[in-house]
C-alpha cells in the first residue's frame, strides 16, 4: 500500500463549483500534514497546512480525519485560477521527510 | 528574498553522458532536498541533507547517481552515466529546522535523456 494515496482526477468542474479531494495516509504515527499545489511546469507550493480540528483560508478548507487516516480539501466557488495540481503531503513524527501524495488534477471550465 | 536556485532549468544530453544538477538552497535553510517527478510514480524524495551531512539516501535510484552538499549554499546531483530512464523533473527544495517545516522548492530541472 503506498505511503499517501490520491484520486489523481482530472476532476473537471465549472466555474463556481464546490470540489472535494481526498487523501488516505497508511502510517498511523504521522503528525504533520499539509496541501500543496502545482501549477502546470511549476515546482510545488504550499497551499495550507492541516490542523486537527480542520482549518479555513478563504474558499479553501482543510479536514484531518485521524481515526480514518485521511484528510481532505474543500474549494468554494472556484475560480479558473485554480486549475492545478493539488498533492496531498504527510509526515510522520521525528526527523522524518515530507512524503507526497501523486496529486489530483483539476480542471476549472468557464 | 531569493528562492530556492536550480541550474540548468533544462538539460538535453546522449546515452551515458554525464549530467550535473546544481541548486542554491535558501540562505539559513539547513535542510537541502532533492527530488524527481515522473508522471509514473510522481515526486520521489532522492535524499536529503542536514547541515550539510547527507541524512537519508535511501531514495537514490543506483550507484549512476550521486549527490554532495560542499557548504550551505550549494549542493550537486550528479548522474553518471545518463540513462534514457532518468529523464525527469529535478526539483531541490531546503526547509529550515525540522523535515516536517514547509519546504520550499526550485524551478526544477527538466532532464531528457536521448
Given at each position: 500500500?503506498?505511503e499517501v494515496e490520491q484520486d489523481p482526477g482530472p476532476f473537471n468542474v465549472p466555474e463556481g463549483a ?93 | ?114
Open positions: 500500500r503506498k464546490t470540489v472535494a479531494f481526498n487523501c488516505t495516509y497508511s502510517n498511523s504515527a504521522s503528525q504533520s500534514f499539509f496541501w500543496y499545489r502545482q501549477d502546470c511546469r511549476k515546482e510545488p507550493k504550499l497551499l495550507m497546512s492541516v490542523y486537527s480540528s480542520g482549518n479555513e483560508d478563504g474558499r479553501f478548507t482543510a479536514q484531518l480525519n485521524r481515526a480514518s487516516q485521511y484528510i481532505s480539501l474543500l474549494i468554494r466557488d472556484s475560480k479558473l485560477s485554480d486549475s492545478a495540481t493539488y498533492l496531498c503531503v504527510v509526515s510522520a513524527s521525528g526527523n522524518t521527510p515530507l512524503v507526497f501524495g501523486k496529486g489530483t488534477r483539476l480542471s476549472v471550465i468557464a | 528574498d531569493a528562492g530556492v536556485i536550480q541550474s540548468p532549468r533544462h538539460e538535453v544530453t546522449e546515452m551515458g553522458q554525464e549530467v550535473t544538477l546544481r541548486c542554491k538552497p535558501i540562505s539559513g535553510h539547513d535542510y537541502l532536498f532533492w527530488y524527481r517527478q515522473t508522471m509514473m510514480r510522481g515526486l520521489e524524495l532522492l535524499i536529503y541533507f542536514n547541515n550539510n551531512v547527507p541524512i537519508d539516501d535511501s531514495g537514490m535510484p543506483e550507484d549512476r547517481f550521486s549527490a554532495k552538499m560542499p557548504n550551505a549554499s550549494f549542493s550537486t546531483l550528479k548522474i553518471q552515466p545518463s540513462e534514457p530512464r532518468d529523464s525527469a523533473v529535478y526539483f531541490c527544495a531546503s526547509s529550515r529546522d525540522s523535515t516536517q517545516e514547509t519546504q520550499y522548492f526550485g524551478p526544477g530541472t527538466r532532464l531528457l535523456v536521448l
